[in-house]
Nanobody
Framework: VQLQASGGGLVQAGGSLRLSCAASGGTNSRYMAWFRRAPGKEREFVSA????????SYADSVKGRFTISRDKVKNTVFLQMNSPKPEDTAVYYCAADPSLISSSVGNDHAYSYWGQGTLVTVSS
């Protein structure tokens, strides 16, 4: 499975940005997710979506501001970032796994496939 993330860039605080992650080469993923790594920090969970049901999970830090969704036809997952804050500045990575269980959606070590990352910079 190959994951191609895109959509990062510079955005003002309070604006909006949408990230995309297209999956190819065997797309039977049970979960797809977004993680991020801010400068000097460890990679952290942002959001995940169960591919078939559309059930979503969010980190508390982004709940109410970010929305994850997927397009089953295009095998693409999106992260709509509304009202971003400077502390959301990070490299955002998409991840996927064919057999993940729900209790592990926030664990980056549980994902088998990763995209290359896309940089999001939020200016104040």
């Amino acid at each position: 499975v190959q994951l191609q993330a895109s959509g990062g860039g510079l955005v003002q605080a309070g604006g909006s940005l949408r990230l995309s992650c297209a999956a190819s080469g065997g797309t039977n993923s049970r979960y797809m997710a977004w993680f991020r790594r801010a400068p000097g920090k460890e990679r952290e969970f942002v959001s995940a979506i169960k591919w078939n049901s559309g059930h979503t999970s969010y980190a508390d830090s982004v709940k109410g501001r970010f929305t994850i969704s997927r397009d089953k036809v295009k095998n693409t997952v999106f992260l709509q970032m509304n009202s971003p804050k400077p502390e959301d500045t990070a490299v955002y990575y998409c991840a996927a796994d064919p057999s993940l269980i729900s209790s592990s959606v926030g664990n980056d070590h549980a994902y088998s496939y990763w995209g290359q990352g896309t940089l999001v910079t939020v200016s104040s």
